[in-house]
C-alpha cells in the first residue's frame, strides 16, 4: 500500500515539474545562512513552540533548534495567530525560523511544504512579493518530489500572475512563456491556471473588460496579484471610455467599465483620483418611461450622473 501510493505521488508531480528537483538537497538552499549545503543534518531537541529568527553563522546549537513534531505544532500556532489578528511582523518571523529549523535538519517533506505553502499564502496577503518568490522557488523542488502535490496548481497559478505583475512589462510575456514551457500539457488544462493565463492576457493586451470580469472571480488568492496593477488598469479603462464615448457617459456605465462597485464609488474615484469637479459630472435626467442608457430603471421622471469626456479629457 505505501508503495502504491509513494508511485501515485510520483505520478501527479510528474504534471507539475520544478527547477532542480532532486531530493533532500534541493531543499537546503533557504535560510541556513551561512551553512553549506552538504553540512550534516543537525537533531533539534528545543520544545519552544515560538522563536525568534537569527542569522546563523555556523551549525545550530541542537537545543535552539526544534524538531519536526514540535515545528509542526509551531505552524499551527502561527496559523492560528493570522487568522486572528493578521499580524505580519510576527507571522514573518515565526515562519522564517520555522523555515531555518527545518532547512537545518534537512527536512524535505509534507511538513516542509506545508510550512512554505504557508508562508507563500501569508505573503501573497501582506503584498511581501519578494517572500512570497523565495516560498515559491522552494515549493517547485518540493511539489516535484511529490509532497502536498495537491497544492501545486494552485501555486503555479500564482508564478504566472507573479510574473504577469511584478517584472517590468517588458520582461513578463517572456518570463511566462518560459515558465509554461516547463509545465506538462495536462497542467495547462487545470481550471487554476487557465485563468491565470486569461488574467495574464488580460494585461498585456490591456484587455479592461476582460480583466475588471476576471478580477473578483480569482480562485484562491489571485486577486491579490492584480490588485498590484488595478490602478493602471483602471486609468487605462478610464481614457478609453472618455475616447470612446461622447460628449457624456453615465457614471453607472463607468463604474462597471472600471470595475468599481456603483455610480456614488465611480465619482468618489474621479473626484479622488483625478480631480473631477462639478465641471465634469453633471445630473442627466429624461421625462421618458424608460432610462434612454436602458439600466432598466421606470418613472415618468429618472435622474442619472453622467460625466462630460471631452471636458474631462481637457
Given at each position: 500500500?505505501?508503495?502504491?501510493?509513494?508511485?501515485?505521488?510520483?505520478?501527479?508531480s510528474?504534471?507539475?515539474?520544478?527547477?532542480?528537483?532532486?531530493?533532500?538537497?534541493?531543499g537546503?538552499?533557504?535560510?541556513?545562512?551561512?551553512l553549506?549545503?552538504?553540512h550534516?543534518?543537525?537533531?533539534?531537541?528545543?520544545?519552544?513552540?515560538?522563536?525568534?529568527?537569527?542569522?546563523?553563522?555556523?551549525?545550530?546549537?541542537?537545543?535552539?533548534?526544534?524538531?519536526?513534531?514540535?515545528?509542526?505544532?509551531?505552524?499551527?500556532?502561527?496559523?492560528?495567530?493570522?487568522?486572528?489578528?493578521?499580524?505580519?511582523?510576527?507571522?514573518?518571523?515565526?515562519l522564517?525560523?520555522?523555515?531555518?529549523?527545518?532547512?537545518?535538519?534537512?527536512?524535505?517533506?509534507?511538513?516542509?511544504?506545508?510550512?512554505?505553502?504557508?508562508?507563500?499564502?501569508?505573503?501573497?496577503?501582506?503584498?511581501?512579493?519578494?517572500?512570497?518568490?523565495?516560498?515559491?522557488?522552494?515549493?517547485?523542488r518540493?511539489?516535484?518530489?511529490?509532497?502536498?502535490?495537491?497544492?501545486?496548481?494552485?501555486?503555479?497559478?500564482?508564478?504566472?500572475?507573479?510574473?504577469?505583475?511584478?517584472?517590468?512589462?517588458?520582461?513578463?510575456?517572456?518570463?511566462?512563456?518560459?515558465?509554461?514551457q516547463?509545465?506538462?500539457?495536462?497542467a495547462?488544462g487545470?481550471?487554476?491556471?487557465?485563468?491565470?493565463?486569461?488574467?495574464?492576457?488580460?494585461?498585456?493586451?490591456?484587455?479592461?473588460?476582460?480583466?475588471?470580469?476576471?478580477?473578483?472571480?480569482?480562485?484562491?488568492?489571485?486577486?491579490?496579484?492584480?490588485?498590484?496593477?488595478?490602478?493602471d488598469?483602471?486609468?487605462?479603462?478610464?481614457?478609453?471610455?472618455?475616447?470612446?464615448?461622447?460628449?457624456?457617459?453615465?457614471?453607472?456605465?463607468?463604474?462597471?467599465?472600471?470595475?468599481?462597485?456603483?455610480e456614488?464609488?465611480?465619482?468618489?474615484?474621479?473626484?479622488r483620483?483625478?480631480?473631477?469637479?462639478?465641471?465634469?459630472?453633471?445630473?442627466?435626467?429624461?421625462?421618458?418611461?424608460?432610462?434612454?442608457?436602458?439600466?432598466?430603471?421606470?418613472?415618468?421622471?429618472?435622474?442619472?450622473l453622467?460625466?462630460?469626456?471631452?471636458?474631462f479629457?481637457?
Amino acid at each position: 500500500r505505501a508503495a502504491a501510493a509513494i508511485m501515485k505521488r510520483r505520478r501527479r508531480s510528474e504534471v507539475f515539474p520544478g527547477r532542480g528537483s532532486g531530493g533532500e538537497a534541493a531543499g537546503l538552499n533557504d535560510h541556513g545562512d551561512g551553512l553549506d549545503a552538504d553540512h550534516p543534518p543537525v537533531k533539534g531537541r528545543s520544545t519552544a513552540l515560538e522563536k525568534p529568527y537569527f542569522r546563523l553563522g555556523g551549525l545550530p546549537d541542537p537545543e535552539e533548534v526544534r524538531p519536526p513534531r514540535v515545528l509542526a505544532e509551531s505552524l499551527a500556532v502561527v496559523k492560528h495567530r493570522w487568522a486572528a489578528d493578521q499580524d505580519y511582523t510576527y507571522a514573518r518571523e515565526q515562519l522564517k525560523s520555522i523555515r531555518q529549523d527545518l532547512t537545518v535538519q534537512h527536512v524535505f517533506d509534507d511538513l516542509a511544504a506545508d510550512a512554505y505553502e504557508t508562508h507563500a499564502r501569508v505573503a501573497i496577503e501582506a503584498d511581501d512579493m519578494g517572500e512570497f518568490n523565495a516560498c515559491q522557488a522552494q515549493l517547485q523542488r518540493l511539489h516535484a518530489a511529490g509532497f502536498r502535490v495537491a497544492s501545486a496548481a494552485e501555486f503555479c497559478a500564482y508564478r504566472i500572475l507573479f510574473n504577469s505583475v511584478v517584472p517590468p512589462p517588458g520582461q513578463r510575456p517572456q518570463l511566462v512563456l518560459s515558465l509554461l514551457q516547463e509545465l506538462n500539457p495536462r497542467a495547462l488544462g487545470h481550471p487554476f491556471i487557465a485563468q491565470a493565463l486569461d488574467a495574464h492576457r488580460a494585461i498585456e493586451a490591456q484587455d479592461f473588460g476582460a480583466f475588471f470580469r476576471l478580477w473578483p472571480l480569482m480562485a484562491n488568492l489571485g486577486a491579490c496579484f492584480l490588485d498590484r496593477v488595478v490602478p493602471d488598469m483602471r486609468r487605462g479603462a478610464l481614457a478609453a471610455a472618455c475616447a470612446s464615448f461622447e460628449p457624456t457617459l453615465p457614471l453607472a456605465r463607468l463604474a462597471q467599465l472600471l470595475g468599481l462597485r456603483n455610480e456614488k464609488a465611480c465619482r468618489d474615484y474621479l473626484e479622488r483620483h483625478h480631480g473631477a469637479t462639478s465641471e465634469h459630472i453633471v445630473v442627466a435626467e429624461a421625462h421618458s418611461m424608460t432610462d434612454p442608457h436602458d439600466y432598466g430603471r421606470q418613472g415618468a421622471s429618472t435622474q442619472w450622473l453622467e460625466l462630460r469626456t471631452r471636458a474631462f479629457r481637457q
